[in-house]
């Protein structure tokens, strides 16, 4: 190739030739300026910088793989083991409630076999894909329909809430509420309760229970148990929740409500906003499709609401007057879940459809991401639930790959790379 002139040079910089294609860039011109240019901005994108080699398969933290122990290291549990896992959250490092659907036979990975019944050139499982979608296993099915499979052959009905300490061990069942159960959604303490009352949100049953901190009382339901509706004292298929310093809730309702209903500390109904959308691209605002996420950024009193099946994030102040809105993406985008980090002020989101936690700034800008599909530990298919505990250890929940997970930040972690806790407990 010829020598390039310095108009060429300059039109090649102008127009991000030498931040996009940098190594390009640099043998075309030759110039240590780019080259320098280029260190710089690799460094900048590595989770730990000043690495050599590696790579940040799982973004700035490592993965515990022994955490949690198997469910089957139960007395008398030998032969099951961990469902579709809904939910997670961490009182604190040593007290983790995971959430899930039942218990799957604990197998293992079946042998290879050719499916010639369905065509040629068909096996299953396929390599290092995963064999078992634990969230189609798990009951329950349909809410007019049978559960999928036999009871206790393809799946069995315990153990849908697990406690387990820092080191993944076993050390609190709940089994007396495992029959009130239909579909357990997701799991919380409010941080702003010195009480530490437990909140649990089943959506088959479109009810939201409350508990002591020891779950050993029912002390509260908000909805009618088993009935749909979208008023005070009904929901269809609630998802999350979030809360204000007073205690004031919000649910976001739901998997086919399209709201976000608004209660005082003693659970008292105060108000909703939201209409039904038409899926999956409406942007008007305020128009909800799979109500399935929400967050709030105290100091700026804005609720951040997953508008899953349109794609998109938006953001309204707490009486539900509209502010702001971005798309997260065309198909397959398909976010599960969010999370705000409240000292850095950022908003983490879970993709399943990229397998990806995704990071934007309260305005919607994006960041960062980073994620793997896969089942073996540190990849993901499905996180429903996430959490950060107060020693910034990040915990999933799959339902498609049916666990838990514990990410641990690696030293000398970029912290921006890594995702924040949620607002400081008053009991931590």
């Known amino acids: 190739m010829g020598s390039m002139s310095k108009i060429g040079r300059r039109a090649l910089m102008k127009c991000g030739v030498a931040s996009a294609g940098l190594p390009v860039v640099s043998k075309l011109l030759g110039s240590p300026v780019v080259a320098q240019a280029q260190a710089k901005s690799d460094t900048s994108f590595a989770a730990v910088p000043g690495q050599k080699g590696v790579q940040d398969v799982f973004g700035?933290?490592?993965?515990?793989?022994?955490?949690?122990?198997?469910?089957?290291?139960?007395?008398?549990?030998?032969?099951?083991?961990?469902?579709?896992?809904?939910?997670?959250?961490?009182?604190?490092?040593d007290r983790v409630f995971i959430l899930q659907r039942g218990e799957l036979p604990n197998i293992k990975r079946p042998k290879e076999i050719d499916l010639t019944q369905l065509g040629p050139s068909i096996g299953f499982p396929i390599g290092r894909l995963p064999w078992r979608d634990a969230t189609a296993a798990s009951p329950?099915?349909?809410?007019?329909?049978?559960?999928?499979?036999?009871?206790?052959?393809?799946?069995?009905?315990?153990?849908?809430?697990?406690?387990?300490?820092?080191?993944?061990?076993?050390?609190?069942?709940?089994?007396?509420?495992?029959s009130m159960l239909r579909r357990p959604h997701a799991i919380y303490i409010n941080p702003y309760d010195k009480d530490k009352y437990v909140w649990l949100v089943d959506d088959y049953r479109h009810s939201i229970f409350k508990f002591t901190h020891d779950l050993k009382k029912l002390v509260m339901?908000?909805?009618?148990?088993?009935?749909?509706?979208?008023?005070?004292?009904?929901?269809?298929?609630?998802?999350?929740?979030?809360?204000?310093?007073?205690?004031?809730?919000?649910?976001?309702?739901?998997?086919?409500?399209?709201?976000?209903?608004?209660?005082?500390?003693?659970?008292k109904f105060l108000m909703d906003w939201g209409q039904k959308g038409t899926p999956p691209n409406d942007t008007r605002p305020g128009y909800l499709n799979g109500v399935h996420g929400v967050a709030v950024d105290?100091?700026?009193?804005?609720?951040?609401?997953?508008?899953?099946?349109?794609?998109?994030?938006?953001?309204?102040?707490?009486?539900?007057?509209?502010?702001?809105?971005?798309?997260?993406?065309?198909?397959?985008?398909?976010?599960?879940?969010?999370?705000?980090?409240?000292?850095?002020?950022?908003?983490?989101?879970?993709?399943?459809?990229?397998n990806k936690m995704i990071k934007y700034d309260l305005e919607g800008n994006f960041l960062y991401s980073w994620g793997t599909f896969g089942d073996f530990p540190g990849g993901f298919w499905g996180v429903h639930g996430m959490h950060v505990d107060q020693g910034g250890n990040l915990y999933t929940a799959e339902v498609d790959n049916g666990r838990a997970q514990k990410f641990i930040p690696r030293k000398g972690a970029n912290p921006a790379m890594l995702i924040g806790p949620g607002v400081k407990p008053i009991w931590s």
């Not at 139960?74 to 469902?83: A, H, I």
């Not at 976010?335 to 399943?352: G, P, Y």
Request: hydrophobic share 35%; charged share 20%; with cysteine.
């Open 60 to 93: 700035a933290y490592d993965v515990d793989p022994n955490w949690p122990q198997p469910l089957s290291a139960l007395p008398g549990n030998e032969q099951w083991s961990w469902g579709s896992a809904e939910g997670i959250f961490a009182e604190n490092p």
């Open 140 to 178: 329950p099915g349909p809410l007019d329909g049978p559960n999928h499979g036999t009871e206790n052959v393809d799946w069995r009905w315990q153990h849908c809430i697990v406690g387990v300490n820092a080191k993944g061990e076993i050390k609190e069942t709940w089994p007396e509420w495992d």
């Open 221 to 267: 339901t908000i909805g009618t148990p088993n009935t749909p509706g979208a008023d005070g004292t009904h929901f269809y298929r609630p998802t999350y929740l979030a809360w204000l310093p007073d205690s004031t809730m919000f649910v976001a309702d739901g998997y086919v409500g399209t709201r976000v209903a608004k209660f005082d500390k003693d659970g």
């Open 298 to 354: 105290v100091p700026s009193e804005r609720v951040f609401v997953n508008d899953r099946n349109n794609h998109r994030v938006q953001v309204f102040d707490t009486n539900g007057k509209f502010l702001n809105q971005w798309k997260v993406g065309d198909q397959p985008s398909d976010v599960h879940c969010l999370h705000l980090s409240a000292a850095d002020r950022h908003l983490w989101l879970f993709d399943r459809g990229t």
